[in-house]
Nanobody, 123 residues
């Protein structure tokens, strides 16, 4: 089992920045990928960004490319999502997820999920 705890959400004005953190514990040695997803009110959950835990390969969804950066600190078992130039349409609950069943990043087949953290961007 892998446990994930997100933090860093909040309220920010358009154009501002936030950094989300995802702290992993448990069987992190079996984790290949950490991803960030988000769900806006009334919408389906969507992939935001992902990173290979060991090699550091990253993948981003088109709406966040150039604005968001995912990174990891293996010593702290933590993955970060730096979000810059935030827009009102980035408002959502952000979830981090871990994948132990494969190495593909851009997929919905993640095995473990955090509880989510709310990000609200005001116009």
């Amino acid at each position: 089992q892998v446990q994930l705890v997100e933090s860093g959400g909040g309220l920010v004005q358009a154009g501002g920045s936030l950094r989300l953190s995802c702290a992993a514990s448990g069987r992190t040695s079996s984790t290949y990928v950490i991803g960030w997803f988000r769900r806006a009110p009334g919408q389906e959950r969507e992939f935001v960004a992902g990173i290979h835990w060991s090699g550091g390969t990253t993948v981003y969804a088109d709406p966040v490319k150039g604005r968001f950066t995912i990174s990891r600190d293996n010593a702290k078992n933590t993955v970060y999502l730096q979000m810059n130039s935030l827009k009102p349409e980035d408002t959502a609950v952000y979830y981090c997820a871990a994948r132990s069943s494969g190495v593909v990043i851009l997929t919905t087949r993640y095995d473990y999920w955090g509880q989510g953290t709310q990000v609200t961007v005001s116009s």
